[in-house]
């Protein structure tokens, strides 16, 4: 099964033309760095290839972003708890890990223009009838410190939330019946349901409309590497090197077209 991701464009377009093309004319600074963190158990936007390299969609717009600013692009991979803290330490410069725009995080940390709108869904094994209305008393696999982990806690106190570290370890547990159910976000299962452990699972009902909008954390304050990454970004739409990235990790049927 297939559902619809909206990817944000509306937003980028308050980036100017002009300071686009700015940008574009900018020499190169071979001695900047931009130090950009990810979680790398996030399929398709960031994982592990079969040799250990970090690649993915948000690792493509990255090092977009980073030749379109002209600087060196560091990927750093970190587990998702330490991202905040460590952008905060000065131990990277910004977050691109699939983080939602929460007003929790506004409190420590600044945003970008969104990159793409979320939505949630429920995952269950093929046959089973139980929808997100019916998941009290149910053990519901998510992942900590998430908006699906929120959204069980604010919305379905009577379901048995089982928490985990990665995303990874939650798809593990459901697929060996030591959870009966799945929330989380909606590009990732999608990838999963197409390999052989995720074959068996089905998503339950319609996505989940959380007004979810995922964008770059850069630390409080750093007004310079926001607005050039919001330059940058509404550039990468305007040239078109935006759209051949998302072509490369979505079927464009499963896109909203704009």
Known sequence: MKFIIKLTTAALALATLTACGTNNDKPADA???????????????????????????????????????????????????????SLNANQSDAIMAGMSITQERQQVVDFSEPYFDNALVLVGKKGDATTIDS????????????????????????????????????HLDLSAGRADLMLSDAVPITDWLSTETGANFEIKGQPIDIN????????????ALKADFDNALAALKQNGKYDEIVSKYFDKQTLLQK
Do not use: M
Not at 138 to 149: H, I, M, P, R, W
């Open 31 to 85: 001695t900047r760095q931009i130090r950009i963190a990810t979680e790398s158990n996030f399929k398709p936007f960031s994982y592990l290839d079969t040799q250990g390299n970090v690649v993915g969609f948000e690792i493509d717009l990255a090092n977009a972003l980073c030749e379109q600013i002209k600087a060196q692009c560091n990927i750093i991979s970190q587990d998702w708890d330490s991202l905040i803290p």
């Open 212 to 223: 979810d909008k995922v964008a770059i954390a850069v630390r409080k304050g750093d007004t």
């Open 135 to 170: 998941i009290a008393g149910k053990t519901v696999a998510t992942q900590q410190a998430t908006l699906a982990a929120d959204y069980l806690k604010q919305n379905h106190p009577d379901a048995i939330v089982k928490a985990y570290d990665k995303q990874d370890n939650a």
